[in-house]
């Protein structure tokens, strides 16, 4: 499974049980994005005995994955499921995604303000945002707080 946060580690179990299943069952990848999709709402999952079945069942798997649909109908085929909406996972991927960004802009050399400038463009935020989200994850050392 591709880990979409390798360096910074979200705390799993703070989110709702439902995620947590998905992630075992399908990954973060395919839980972000069915997340994504379809957050916030019921979804039917096909037995894919119809063809309507297994037309819902493609697309499904066009926005997660055939591997993911496959699971996720072996253990939910012919029921609802609610995605949770999870709007704190999502924002707190982003930004732990920014950050990441930032240190690889940062190693390159590029400016403190140009970065944020190309990160609020990357990420259509605004650079008072970037900043902010840069703030609340670096802490000034003891040493230079005078300087």
Same mark, same amino acid.
């Given at each position: 499974?591709?880990?979409?946060?390798?360096?910074?580690?979200?705390?799993?179990?703070?989110?709702?049980?439902?995620?947590?299943?998905?992630?075992?069952l399908i990954g973060e990848d395919g839980t972000f994005s069915l997340i994504q999709h379809y957050g916030g709402s019921t979804l039917r999952i096909p037995r894919?005995?119809? #063809?309507?079945? !297994?037309?819902?069942?493609?697309? =499904? &798997?066009?926005?997660?994955?055939?591997?993911?649909? +496959?699971?996720?109908?072996?253990?939910?085929?012919?029921?609802?499921?609610?995605?949770?909406?999870?709007?704190?996972?999502?924002?707190?991927?982003?930004?732990?995604?920014?950050?990441?960004?930032?240190?690889?802009?940062?190693?390159?050399? #590029?400016?403190? !303000?140009?970065?944020?400038?190309? =990160? &609020?463009?990357?990420?259509?935020?605004?650079?008072? +945002?970037?900043?902010?989200?840069?703030?609340?994850?670096?802490?000034?050392?003891?040493?230079?707080?005078?300087?």
């Amino acid at each position: 499974m591709k880990k979409l946060l390798s360096d910074t580690e979200l705390d799993l179990k703070a989110f709702p049980e439902a995620v947590q299943f998905l992630i075992n069952l399908i990954g973060e990848d395919g839980t972000f994005s069915l997340i994504q999709h379809y957050g916030g709402s019921t979804l039917r999952i096909p037995r894919g005995d119809t #063809i309507v079945g !297994r037309t819902k069942i493609d697309l =499904l &798997a066009q926005k997660i994955g055939k591997q993911e649909v +496959h699971n996720i109908v072996q253990t939910f085929g012919g029921t609802c499921i609610y995605i949770p909406n999870c709007k704190k996972l999502l924002t707190a991927k982003q930004h732990a995604k920014i950050i990441q960004d930032r240190d690889k802009l940062a190693a390159k050399g #590029i400016s403190e !303000r140009q970065l944020v400038s190309d =990160l &609020a463009r990357r990420y259509k935020l605004s650079d008072r +945002h970037i900043w902010r989200i840069l703030k609340k994850s670096y802490t000034i050392p003891a040493a230079f707080k005078n300087c």
